[in-house]
T-cell receptor, first 111, second 115 residues
C-alpha cells in the first residue's frame, strides 16, 4: 500500500473551514484514499473515501488532485467536537481489507 | 443501529497473567477485525476474520495472542501470558461491503494496562 504523509498537528478556529492535507505520491491506479478520525478515548470513525473524483458527504469534502498524489480533507465549519486525530489512508485491493494507519494529524479546534 | 460493542472497557493485570477481551460486531457484518493501538500511534491490525474463518493473522504474535470467532458473530481476543509491552488499547471493528469498497466501524476499545 502507498505510504501517506500528514502534518503532525494543525489548529483551526471554531466556525472556520479546516483543511487537512495528505501526500500519497506513490499511490497506484486502483488504490482509494480513505479518511478516518479518532476522538480522544474513542475508536476511529469513518469520514469519507474517494478514488479520483472529489467527494462530499454530510461530514466533509475530499479533494483529490488530478495526479492523485495528494488530497485534502475539508471540514467546512469546524466545531469543538471536531477536535481529533485525522488519519489519511491509502487502501487497495492488494492488501484486501487492511487499513494501515499512520500517526495522523492532531486537529485542535479552538473557540 | 447498535454499534460495535466491546468489554471490558478497562483492564489492569500483572505481567505473566492472562486476559481476554470480547467483541460483538454490528449485526450482519461478516468481517471482524482486532487492532492494537499503543499510546501515540495509529491502530495496527492484529487479525481479520471473514465469518468464522481467519483471513489475515500475519501480525498477530501467535506465541501469546489468540483469537476466535465462534459461529461467525462474537469474537474473543486472548493474551497469555501478558507482557509489559502489551499495554495498549485493543480495538474491534466490523465491516460491510458497499460496491467495491468497504467501511469499517470501530468499537470503543478495551484499555489494557500491564504492570
Amino acid at each position: 500500500d502507498a505510504k501517506t504523509t500528514q502534518p503532525p498537528s494543525m489548529d483551526c478556529a471554531e466556525g472556520r473551514a479546516a483543511n487537512l492535507p495528505c501526500n500519497h505520491s506513490t499511490i497506484s491506479g486502483n488504490e482509494y484514499v480513505y479518511w478516518y478520525r479518532q476522538i480522544h478515548s474513542q475508536g476511529p470513525q469513518y469520514i469519507i473515501h474517494g478514488l479520483k473524483n472529489n467527494e462530499t458527504n454530510e461530514m466533509a469534502s475530499l479533494i483529490i488532485t488530478e495526479d492523485r498524489k495528494s488530497s485534502t480533507l475539508i471540514l467546512p465549519h469546524a466545531t469543538l467536537r471536531d477536535t481529533a486525530v485525522y488519519y489519511c489512508i491509502v487502501k487497495g485491493e492488494t492488501s484486501g481489507s487492511r487499513l494501515t494507519f499512520g500517526e495522523g494529524t492532531q486537529l485542535t479546534v479552538n473557540p | 443501529e447498535a454499534g460495535v460493542a466491546q468489554s471490558p472497557r478497562y483492564k489492569i493485570i500483572e505481567k505473566r497473567q492472562s486476559v481476554a477481551f470480547w467483541c460483538n460486531p454490528i449485526s450482519g457484518h461478516a468481517t471482524l477485525y482486532w487492532y492494537q493501538q499503543i499510546l501515540g500511534q495509529g491502530p495496527k491490525l492484529l487479525i481479520q476474520f471473514q465469518n468464522n474463518g481467519v483471513v489475515d493473522d500475519s501480525q498477530l504474535p501467535k506465541d501469546r495472542f489468540s483469537a476466535e470467532r465462534l459461529k461467525g458473530v462474537d469474537s474473543t481476543l486472548k493474551i497469555q501470558p501478558a507482557k509489559l509491552e502489551d499495554s495498549a488499547v485493543y480495538l474491534c471493528a466490523s465491516s460491510f461491503i458497499r460496491g467495491a469498497q468497504e467501511t469499517q466501524y470501530f468499537g470503543p476499545g478495551t484499555r489494557l494496562l500491564v504492570l
